[in-house]
């Protein structure tokens, strides 16, 4: 709140101090100034502009205006007084008012005053919802992703029984709604998500989105990297998402990770497909993805040879990264249709429920700055099984980051 005094009048013939004192208040501040009084032809008038600024929050009520004169027993003589109603005062504009002090002989004061909305929220953890799916090859839905995930959220329980302990009460997250994305074109799309998360970043310390299809983790890990340096990805999938363009589309959700490699948002090594499996357009892919310094593990490789060896893999990657941050992709379809069946492309044998839990949670530690669940797509989805399993998923991603942000050099 900025208070800017303009003039002070007294009637003709009235005596007016050469100094007064202005006196105001808003909220728990106090501010005092010296006014220097002036003759101007109708009166007494301030010399010279004085402003007072004040930090207020949305309960306070009032701001109150005091005049006050020494005298030359040095006490103080309020003059008069007004009191305004902050609930009147528009956001952002300067509002000018002439108001008499009460209490005075009709002297008038004008003045101007601005009430701004000031963003100094301290957030650790901002959650947000990108609501697009212009970039899935096969069944739409997963626009309606965020919506589902919060709703099918409300059965989570502050206390994490195997992490031990409750992120959500031990840091700030906000879920800060979702991003105004259009569905009619890519590109426009792609900078819309890049500029919201890049805000989202300006005030959070860490940023994880829920989806949406998976063409959305181009922008947040741009958005991340400008932040951070370039990331080590972890990307759980039953597709490789680093494909070439389809249809002379370079952005889909089949490429987010070809498009980051290509710009150079990735750590050189250190990052992993885990659960890649069924079918793919050609081995190509797969050569394709090794040449970007990202290593597969196939959902075979984690039926067989169990999660702690796989982890193992994961996690010595990240070390030939050299604490590189950490970006956690997680696409809903790495798990079996069988445990989630509403997401836009199945693919048959995937993880399952408590293999993919455990994989999650070997990764405390790592310096995770940035993360994501995507592909949720609720008419596909029987019961919420889907959307509340990548509410969990999200919880457990947020929880990692708790127990990494205060440790991991990354501000």
Known sequence: LRVRTLALRWPLGAAAPGVAMAVGRAGSGECRLAVSIAEASTGPAVGSSVEMVFQVAEHDGSL?????????????????????????LPFGAWMR?????????????????????????????????????????????????????????????????????????????????????????????????????RAKLKVARRLVLMGGDHTLSYPSIKAVSEKFGPVVLIHFDSHLDTFPPMYNQDVWHGSPFRKCWEEGLLAKDGS????????????????????????????????????????????KRCERAAG???????????LDPSVAPGTGTPEFGGLLAHQLLKFVRGFEGLPIVGADVVEVAPAYDIAGITAMAAANLMVEEIALMNRCMDSDGFA
């Open 64 to 88: 109150e205006l005091e005049l006050s004169n020494e005298t030359s027993s040095g006490d103080a003589v309020c003059l008069g007084r007004i009191c305004l109603g902050l609930w009147i």
């Open 97 to 197: 008012r002439k108001e008499v002090l009460v209490g005075s002989e009709g002297v008038e004061v004008e003045f101007e005053v601005r009430l701004d909305l000031v963003q100094e929220c301290h957030v650790d953890i901002a959650v947000l919802g990108v609501p697009f799916d212009s970039g899935c090859s096969f069944r739409p839905g997963a626009r309606f992703g965020p919506e589902s995930i919060r709703v099918n959220s409300r059965l989570i329980r502050p206390y994490l029984i195997e992490m031990r302990q409750r992120p959500l009460l031990e840091r700030q997250v906000v879920d800060a709604g979702d991003v105004a994305v259009t569905p009619f074109g890519i590109d426009m799309a792609m900078a819309q998500i890049l500029d919201a998360c």
């Open 272 to 315: 992993t497909h885990i659960g890649i499996r069924a079918s793919t357009y050609s081995s190509q892919d797969l050569l394709d993805s090794d040449a970007m310094g990202i290593a597969t593990l196939t959902a075979e490789d984690v039926h067989e040879k169990g999660v702690d060896a796989c982890l193992d893999v994961v996690r």
């Open 324 to 334: 590189a941050p950490v970006y956690l992709s997680i696409d809903i379809d790495v």
